[in-house]
């Protein structure tokens, strides 16, 4: 599911017509969330798939999901190509999403067969089901401001200063949808 609609997008820009630009707007809002994927350094949708860690993403009994956020587990399966039954580890944090560690029991413990194999998970990955509320209004905003462009002649690449002395900046993404988007980028710490 998109983020946004052109329905959404329409009535932000006050576009009554239910035909107009419907393309370009549907090309916008891809757009659009590519930028705020690209910013914030994660996806907004859930997306079923199967992931592959090595052993460098192992800190004993954890498995961190650098760079990765999990909201289900379908299937583990061990560096050995054996399934890790659901009661025997958990998902981290316990009781926020999306998830960033799987956790083996005492009674566990990941193993490799070889330099080449990996652990799979199979399952649910993205921050969230569908897109946060506040994500949302920041892609309708922010193919508002991609649909507006087309009409400025503003467009510029550097600063560039008028005859009367003002000085015009480049354009970049709003500061208001950078100010949604700070709080849910990816922070990844040493």
């Known amino acids: 599911m998109a983020y946004a ?28 969330e590519g930028l705020i994927d690209a910013y914030t350094g994660r ?3 859930a997306v079923t798939a199967t992931k592959y860690f090595g052993e460098n993403c192992t800190d004993g ?10 909201l289900t587990v379908t299937k583990l399966t061990n560096g050995n190509a054996v399934e890790v039954a659901s009661g025997n580890y958990r998902l981290f ?3 926020d999403s999306p998830k960033w560690l799987i956790r083996l029991d005492e009674s566990q413990s990941w193993s490799f067969s070889d ?31 991609l649909y507006r462009q087309k009409d400025t002649s503003a467009d510029i690449d550097r600063p560039l200063i008028t005859g009367d002395g003002v000085t015009i900046m480049p354009s970049s993404l709003p500061s208001d949808v950078t100010r949604i988007l700070d709080r849910y980028k990816r922070r990844v710490g040493v």
């Not at 009994?61 to 999990?70: C, F, I, P, S, T």
């Open 5 to 32: 609609t052109s329905v959404q997008v329409k009535d932000y820009l006050g576009i009554a017509s239910t035909v107009v630009d419907d393309n370009l707007l549907g090309d916008l809002i891809t757009r659009a």
């Open 43 to 45: 996806t907004f949708t």
């Open 61 to 70: 009994k954890d498995l961190m999901l650098y760079g990765e956020d999990l």
């Open 93 to 95: 944090p316990r009781n």
């Open 115 to 145: 330099g080449d194999s990996e652990i799979s998970v199979a399952g649910t990955w993205g921050y969230s089901a569908t897109a946060p509320a506040d994500i949302q209004h920041a892609c309708v905003r922010l193919t508002a401001f």
